[in-house]
Nanobody, 126 residues
Framework: QLHLVESGGGLVQPGGSLILSCTDP????????IGWFRQAPGKEREGVAC????????NYADSVQGRFIIGRDNAKNSVYLQMANLNSADTAVYYC???????????????????WGKGTLVTVSS
C-alpha cells in the first residue's frame, strides 16, 4: 500500500512555471511506474505524463508535450513534474499515481494505475 503525497501546487500567472513533486516516505518510488494526472472542474481525469521504472521511458499527453518534463530524483525518493509556459487550460488538480510495473513501459491511462495521491491544485490565472 502506497501513500503518495503531492506538493508544489499553487497560483501561477500565464506563461509561468511550476514544479510538482510526488513522494512516499514509506516506499521506494523507484520500484514503481509513476504517472501524473490532472482533473479540471467538470472534466474527466486525464493522463499528463508517466515514467517507467527505468526512467528512460517517458510518455506525455499531446497537450503538454514540449512544456512538461517528468523525472525522478532518486536521492529524494520523489518524482517531479516540471511545468513551463502554463496557460489557463492547465488549471486542474494534479494527481500522482503509481503501479508496480515495467522498467521500459508506462501508460498515461488512469486505468493503468493502482495507487493514487490526494492531489495538489494548480491554478493558472492573472
Amino acid at each position: 500500500q502506497l501513500h503518495l503525497v503531492e506538493s508544489g501546487g499553487g497560483l501561477v500567472q500565464p506563461g509561468g512555471s511550476l514544479i510538482l513533486s510526488c513522494t512516499d516516505p514509506g516506499a521506494t518510488l523507484g520500484d514503481y511506474v509513476i504517472g501524473w494526472f490532472r482533473q479540471a472542474p467538470g472534466k474527466e481525469r486525464e493522463g499528463v505524463a508517466c515514467i517507467a521504472r527505468g526512467s528512460q521511458t517517458k510518455n506525455y499527453a499531446d497537450s503538454v508535450q514540449g512544456r512538461f518534463i517528468i523525472g525522478r530524483d532518486n536521492a529524494k525518493n520523489s518524482v517531479y513534474l516540471q511545468m513551463a509556459n502554463l496557460n489557463s487550460a492547465d488549471t486542474a488538480v494534479y494527481y500522482c499515481a503509481a503501479v508496480p510495473g515495467s522498467r521500459s513501459y508506462c501508460s498515461t491511462r488512469t486505468s493503468a494505475m493502482t495507487y493514487w495521491g490526494k492531489g495538489t491544485l494548480v491554478t493558472v490565472s492573472s
